[in-house]
Nanobody, 127 residues
Framework: EVQLQASGGGLVQAGGSLRLSCAAS????????IAWFRQAPGKEREAVSCISGHDAGDHRIGYADSVKGRFTISRDNTKNTVYLQMNSLKPEDTAVYYC?????????????????WGQGTLVTVSS
């Protein structure tokens, strides 16, 4: 059983930065695809970024169009942790951010494909 712990959220002004962390315990972390999703009030949960696991070859990375050039996902398998560096934040980035793990290496942007979820961390960007 994999457990995920997301952290790093907070209140920041527009244009600022935050780094989210997703620490995993249990399971074969190297082989899992990891994704960040977010859910704003009244909206559906959407994929923000994802990174493939070891068996998928070089770590493939994907970003939602809305965050390309501003957000960077990375993983440190020695620490069983995935990061989401968020720069140039905008008020529309305000949401609860969730990390999720998939028991295969191939990353996807569908919530249905992920097997484990963290508890979420709130990011609030003020204008």
């Amino acid at each position: 059983e994999v457990q995920l712990q997301a952290s790093g959220g907070g209140l920041v002004q527009a244009g600022g930065s935050l780094r989210l962390s997703c620490a995993a315990s249990g399971g074969d972390f190297d082989d899992y695809a990891i994704a960040w999703f977010r859910q704003a009030p009244g909206k559906e949960r959407e994929a923000v970024s994802c990174i493939s696991g070891h068996d998928a070859g070089d770590h493939r990375i994907g970003y939602a169009d809305s965050v390309k050039g501003r957000f960077t996902i990375s993983r440190d398998n020695t620490k069983n942790t995935v990061y989401l560096q968020m720069n140039s934040l905008k008020p529309e980035d305000t949401a609860v951010y969730y990390c999720a793990a998939r028991r295969t290496s191939t990353d996807t942007d569908s919530t249905k494909d992920y097997d484990y979820w963290g508890q979420g961390t709130l990011v609030t960007v003020s204008s």
